[in-house]
């Protein structure tokens, strides 16, 4: 099991190439502007410092509620950076026109209109 999450992860955060303006753009998010997930929290970047935070935060012996809501803040952000990566892949592989790669936008601003959200 920590083999294949450790593949997925590897491929999840390999750069699909230069970034992209922001797939959501425009988009009305209901969620508490200050809770909200962005599209620019989504970088290969973040997603990497997520991997570190989950490798230390799952090690704690004794975990709290601080460490249970960094643990979910972290895999928000691995399952957006995930998404929109598969976007953004979709839309090379086939065009933006597409129909593989409108349902994955469409599947990734559904997130983070309805899910994008930080716990606190």
């Known amino acids: 099991m920590a083999g294949t999450l450790r593949a997925m992860l590897l491929v999840a955060l ?18 508490e502007p200050d809770m909200q997930i962005l599209e620019s929290d989504l970088t290969t970047a973040r997603a990497r ?12 012996s004794s975990p709290d509620q601080t460490t ?17 990566q598969q976007a953004l892949e979709d839309i090379r592989l086939h065009g933006a026109s597409a129909g593989e790669a409108k349902e994955s936008i469409d599947a990734f601003c559904r997130w983070l ?7 606190d």
């Open 49 to 60: 410092e997520s991997v570190e935070g989950l490798r230390t935060l799952v090690a704690v």
């Open 14 to 31: 390999a750069p699909i190439g230069a970034p992209a303006s922001e797939l959501c753009n425009g988009v009305a998010r209901s969620i």
């Open 113 to 119: 209109v309805e899910r994008g959200a930080w716990y």
């Open 68 to 84: 249970e809501f960094g643990i979910a803040n972290h895999l928000q952000r691995l399952t957006g950076y995930t998404m929109r």
